[in-house]
């Protein structure tokens, strides 16, 4: 019988001690201790945030950072087509397709079509004109004009009978153009 009555007991005996007068000593208790646990916790967790802040702070510079570098690779992108359509139309060729993979290499690819047929005049004065170029885009444009203006030589061994080259793809990934030759049987459609 005195099992039963220990629950009550002790509940009496805990609300008695919370008389007003022993309130604020819990209270004042309580109040240390989660003092403590703040300070603690603080010291703890101080270097993480300052991590996360430094982070996010990074983050977003890099983010700035990398939005105005596609605002300068978009520019430049555009004055360079521009350069490679005029030199493509010299060297007997149309810029007929324009593709873009964005990334943080950003993968271009040009499609050309056979144009008209350039004299030998022409052409070899658009060879001197390309070994004038400088610089790491001269040497891209140099590189794939010289591409469209041997291609039919270059492919002349895997070329399939009754057909002629219909365009030709440059997909430049980190500036290192990778050629595509299309064929087309020469019936339907003549260079």
Do not use: C
Request: proline content about 5%; overall charge negative; cysteine-free.
């Amino acid at each position: 019988m005195r099992r039963r009555f220990l629950p009550i007991v002790l509940v009496i005996g805990a609300l008695s001690f919370a008389r007003p007068g022993h309130a604020g000593m819990l209270q004042d208790g309580w109040n240390r201790s989660l003092s403590v646990v703040e300070t603690t916790t603080g010291y703890i967790l101080s270097p993480f945030q300052a991590a996360s802040e430094w982070a996010l702070s990074f983050l977003r510079s890099e983010e700035r950072a990398l939005a105005a570098e596609l605002n300068r690779f978009v520019t430049t992108l555009r004055q360079d087509l521009s350069r490679f359509e005029t030199l493509a139309g010299r060297a007997g060729f149309s810029l007929s397709n324009i593709s873009i993979k964005p990334a943080i290499i950003p993968e271009v690819e040009l499609t050309f079509e056979p144009a008209e047929e350039i004299t030998p005049a022409a052409e070899a004065a658009l060879r001197q004109e390309l070994a004038q170029l400088t610089g790491t885009m001269g040497a891209l444009e140099r590189t794939i004009i010289l591409l469209l203006l041997d291609v039919d030589e270059r492919v002349e061994a895997i070329r399939p009978n009754g057909f002629r080259v219909s365009e030709v793809a440059f997909a430049l990934v980190a500036i290192f153009p990778e050629m595509t030759i299309n064929f087309v049987r020469s019936e339907t459609a003549a260079r």
